[in-house]
């Protein structure tokens, strides 16, 4: 059985900051990038959990966070990640609704198409715990579907890529339409980063007059709120981490393309599965890095070339 080598991986962890001394939402963005990186940016459910736990325990109230609202709506999923750039599969145009959200269905043999977030479908969460996508045959809005996926699973259903996109088409042969986990809205990070993840409250966000900064309530489980930004509130932090690498082996019967993008994405995906079942929390995903623009190497060429050079210099 052949061995390759693989790149290595890199997560840069990033650590919050509880800061109890109530400021304005600009106020707090601009203590935050004086004295960490920026106001708290959120990718998912993990990091929530990391952000609530250093919250001061005996505070219930709001805290600022550093989604604000911004005036260019994008697509995203609801599970974080910024995948759309690498794969996407509509079929029809995705800004045709000049709307505050917008939500996506997708077509049984087809792609996706955008879709009024108050209409009903049956919907497919993803289970991180299965490792596979789940068809839940209730008719119920796009929020509603979020809520229960997120209560019974991990989240509603993100498709990254071709391989993930026919898992799903087979799940739902017999049924048209199905919620993904794919919407639009316009709000946006302090430090511009691309993270799609969202946790609003059941009634939120609300089209308020200048509403337009948002707080996690830490006695709402860490639910978010859309408020004036003239609010004094405390506020989170976030801090990057040192890179870390790691170089790692792999083997394989050499019938598979290592370098294929689904399977590379596979590989991704398991390592960092395992690393959640040691117990270790990531803030960001792990990443290859290339070298000479390969990531995975056999290592059987490695050996050869050296004897090749040997040889040579014999």
């Known amino acids: 059985m052949g061995h390759s080598l693989f790149g290595v991986s890199s997560p840069a962890p990033r650590r919050y900051h509880y800061v109890s001394e109530s400021r304005t ?30 919250v001061d325990p005996l505070y219930i109230g709001a805290v600022w966070i550093g989604l604000k609202r911004g005036t260019q709506k994008r697509w995203g999923w609801s ?7 690498q794969y996407s599969n509509w079929e029809a145009d995705p800004n045709v609704y000049d709307t505050e959200e917008g939500c996506a269905t997708k077509y049984r043999n087809g792609g996706w198409f955008p879709t009024n977030c108050n209409s009903t479908f049956q919907f497919v969460c993803y289970s ?34 071709s391989t993930e996109h026919q898992q ?3 799940l739902i042969k017999f049924v048209r339409y199905v919620w993904i986990g794919l919407f639009f809205d316009a709000w946006e990070w302090s430090d511009q ?13 609300q089209n308020l007059f200048q509403a337009d900064c948002v707080a996690m309530i830490k006695g709402l489980s860490g639910k978010w709120e859309n408020t004036i930004c003239g609010r004094k509130l405390p506020f989170l ?19 598979i393309n290592l370098n294929l993008q689904t399977v590379r994405s596979d590989i991704l995906k398991q390592i960092q599965q395992n690393l959640r079942n040691q117990g270790m929390n990531l ?18 060429n490695k050996v050869e070339n050296s004897t090749k050079r040997l040889c040579d210099e014999m």
Not at 79 to 85: K, Q
Not at 283 to 299: H, S, T
């Open 25 to 54: 939402w600009l106020a707090a963005q601009s203590y935050c990038r004086t004295l960490y990186s920026d106001l708290a940016t959120i990718n998912s459910m993990e990091d929530m959990n990391s952000l609530t736990n250093e």
């Open 79 to 85: 599970m974080g990640g910024d995948t759309l750039s």
């Open 128 to 161: 991180d715990k299965q490792g596979s996508f789940i068809l839940v045959s209730i008719y119920i809005t796009w929020r509603e579907a979020l809520l229960y996926c997120r209560t019974k699973y991990t989240d509603l259903a993100s498709i990254r890529n």
């Open 168 to 170: 799903v088409s087979d």
């Open 193 to 205: 980063g691309t993270s799609s993840f969202r946790y609003w409250g059941i009634t939120q966000p």
């Open 237 to 255: 932090c976030y801090k990057e981490g040192k890179q870390q690498i790691v170089r790692v082996k792999v083997s394989s019967d050499g019938n």
């Open 283 to 300: 803030y960001v995903k792990l990443n290859w890095r290339r070298n000479a623009g390969i990531i995975f190497q056999p290592e059987e």
